[in-house]
């Protein structure tokens, strides 16, 4: 580019670089959410479709970054966790958050009429998500940094649950409000089943542990071996997760056992990366048998 006059302007752009060995988690977070899900007419106290597809752009971003250790989203956020020795973007604050960002934007409205065609759900207004990068030191501090994301799951939901069950039954939402007021856990417990029969510890794990996303080598029922990012759900506060899955916390541990998928085949985000794969062979193979037509024609 040719030098001019105005190029020292330059001058006043500063980077920021984030500090090495250290893990990096941009969290992204949904802004103005709530009116977001009002409007779009998300089921409460949890829209399972609204969940799988954050889980859709959370593994969009998994596959453009390879730095990435593991992804756990719940509600309108979701959690990338970047490697001590990622180079990526050469540790720059902003571009990693501005990307990551973006990129989740973009892949949630890609991937919604994928979700949302079969309930005739338009989508009325983009979404907007924020990003934050925060350095956590140690293993420890990333670990107690994700327990504390999936604690929140289970808070949130628990009175999310029982809150707009008392809606359903009657209340209004300050009446509601007001009977929650300093209540436990075990008083809302009680309160789902006694007043509405239902067992919390029943409800959907997706709703009370949030999901995680891991890169793994999979066996299909099929029975073909392929590397996919798998949504598991799981408690990843307890320490038989992180020793069930040690290639989290270190890259060089033996991960030659492959992944049972089991009932998450039918997840969408493993139907999604199943159906590209399947497409790209059928183009490789519409490709090739082009590319022997054109060699007996020639011949």
């Known amino acids: 580019m040719a030098l001019s006059r105005f190029e020292y302007v ?4 500063q980077e920021e670089k ?3 060995n250290s893990w990096i988690v941009v969290r992204i977070d949904g802004k103005g959410f709530h009116r977001f899900c009002n409007v779009h007419s998300f089921s409460k106290p949890n829209d399972l479709d609204a969940l799988q597809l954050m889980n859709l752009a959370g593994m969009t ?3 453009e970054f390879n730095e990435i250790a593991i992804g756990y989203g719940q509600s309108d956020e979701y959690s990338f966790v970047f490697r001590r020795e990622a180079s990526v973007y050469q540790r720059r604050r902003d571009k990693l958050v501005s990307y990551v960002a973006s990129l989740f934007t973009s892949a949630y409205m890609f991937h919604w009429k994928r979700i949302f065609n079969g309930r005739s759900i338009a989508m009325r207004y983009p979404p907007s998500f924020d990003a934050r990068a925060v350095l956590y030191p ?11 994301r999936q604690a929140d799951v289970h808070v949130n939901n628990l009175y999310n649950t029982t809150f707009w069950n008392l809606v359903a039954s009657g209340l209004s939402n300050s009446d509601a409000e007001k009977r929650l007021q300093g209540t436990l856990a075990s008083d809302k417990n009680e309160i789902l089943f006694s007043q509405f029969g239902i067992n919390y510890n029943n409800e959907p794990i997706i709703y009370r542990k949030g999901t995680i996303l891991l890169p793994k080598s999979v066996v299909s029922s099929e029975g073909k071996k392929q590397r996919l990012i798998v949504p598991i759900f799981e408690d990843l506060i307890s320490d038989a997760f992180w020793a069930k899955h040690p290639e989290i916390l270190d890259k060089k541990a033996k991960t030659d056992e492959l992944y049972d998928l089991g009932e998450n085949e039918a997840q969408p985000v493993v ?3 199943l159906e590209m794969q399947e497409r790209r062979k059928a183009g490789m193979n519409k490709s090739e048998t082009g590319n022997r037509l054109l060699a007996t024609d020639h011949s």
């Open 138 to 148: 140690t293993d420890e501090n990333l670990r107690d940094y994700l327990s504390w």
């Open 18 to 20: 984030l500090l090495p």
């Open 10 to 13: 330059k001058q006043f752009e």
């Open 271 to 273: 139907r999604y990366q």
């Open 61 to 63: 971003v998994l596959q």
